[in-house]
């Protein structure tokens, strides 16, 4: 899925400009006039880049990246700024944008951005869905393989956790080739690393 790149801003003139030169240069961005129609109508699910104005009416751009944020989106998030607003441009990067460009804007540098931002939010898309898949083979495992999976994690030999659980070794065996079959593991340490990536998360 290619990343759409979302243009949000209140001035008119300055979407008008900005959808012109992103047109130039073969990019074809979708326009809002507020933070408000943003979220109205874009899944925040999807791989995409925003440039936000951060002086909106309502809704401003800190506010509805802080929104996109809290959605666990993997949306990158490009903040325009106009003078006096450069210390809250550097607040916003704190918090998660990816950069911030001054009006008027730079359209060398704004491209270059756009083209992280998608190699960003594509790489961050694919994750989710790799952990949304993860958890969809965790939920298709029965309770006692849920048991005997938290045993091979932890490292232990299929006696020591037949005697835990209070069932025969064989029956573990079984418990155990049903969990690395469902999880798709090649290995323990395959395993473990899937747990890991739902656990630690690389967007947000």
Not at 83 to 99: E, F, P, S, W, Y
Not at 107 to 119: A, I
Not at 159 to 168: N, P, R, T
Request: hydrophobic share 50%; with cysteine; charged share 20%.
């Amino acid at each position: 899925m290619t990343p759409a790149v979302y243009l949000v801003d209140d001035d008119p003139d300055v979407l008008e400009s900005l959808s012109w030169m992103l047109e130039g240069l073969g990019i074809a961005p979708i326009c809002f006039a507020s933070a408000q129609a943003f979220l109205d109508q874009v899944n925040l699910s999807h791989p995409g880049v925003a440039v936000l104005d951060i002086d909106m009416p309502g809704m401003d751009g800190m506010a509805l990246l802080e929104h996109i944020n809290a959605a666990h989106s993997p949306i990158s998030v490009i903040m325009l700024t106009g003078q006096g607003t450069i210390a809250l441009a550097v607040k916003c990067i704190q918090i998660g944008a990816l950069d911030f460009l001054e009006k008027p804007v730079d359209g060398d540098k704004l491209q270059s951005l756009l083209t992280l931002g998608q190699q960003l939010s594509d790489r961050d898309w694919q994750a989710l869905q790799q952990q949304a898949d993860i958890r969809a083979r965790l939920d298709s495992l029965t309770k006692r393989e849920n048991e005997v999976l938290q045993g091979i994690l932890a490292g232990k030999m299929n006696k020591v956790i037949a005697a835990e659980l209070g069932i025969a070794q064989r029956t573990i065996e079984l418990h155990r080739q049903n969990v690395m079959t469902k999880m798709m593991a090649g290995s323990v340490a395959e395993l473990a690393a899937m747990m890991n990536m739902l656990v630690s998360g690389p967007v947000n």
